[in-house]
């Protein structure tokens, strides 16, 4: 499966953003998927993660209440909604794919993931 993230951008701290990731292939539904940024100069963190079939989901404690991943299989899409953005929130956004037949959500390491798409830049203003 090929992945596409997009939807990113300047935002005022306290705005929206919701980012798209767009993925290639049929099967797409089998997939958990996960969102994951990068700030300049630290390591990419897990931000949140969805099951194949959305009924589950997980989130970092820093988003948890602010950021909703959600998912259209019909349209092979998984969205982040970003809320009450913070300027600490401002990093390179990437989405992740693995087979997912388990259910779960709970997929926070990097390695967990074998599908990755570009990233999209989100900046938040202060």
């Known amino acids: 499966v090929q992945l596409q993230a997009f939807g990113g951008g300047l935002v005022q701290a306290g705005g929206s953003l919701r980012l798209s990731c767009a993925a290639s292939g049929r099967s797409f539904r089998s997939y958990a998927v996960g969102w994951f940024r990068q700030a300049p100069g630290k390591e990419r963190e897990f931000v949140a993660a969805i099951n194949w079939y959305g009924s589950n989901t997980y989130y970092v404690d820093t988003v948890k209440g602010r950021f909703t991943v959600s998912r259209d299989n019909a349209k092979n899409t998984v969205y982040l909604q970003m809320n009450t953005l913070k300027p600490e929130d401002t990093a390179v956004y990437y989405c992740?794919?693995?087979?997912?037949?388990?259910?779960?959500?709970?997929?926070?390491?990097?390695?967990?993931?074998?599908?990755w798409g570009q990233g999209t830049q989100v900046t938040v203003s202060s």
């Open positions: 992740a794919a693995r087979l997912g037949y388990s259910g779960s959500a709970y997929y926070p390491e990097k390695d967990e993931y074998d599908h």
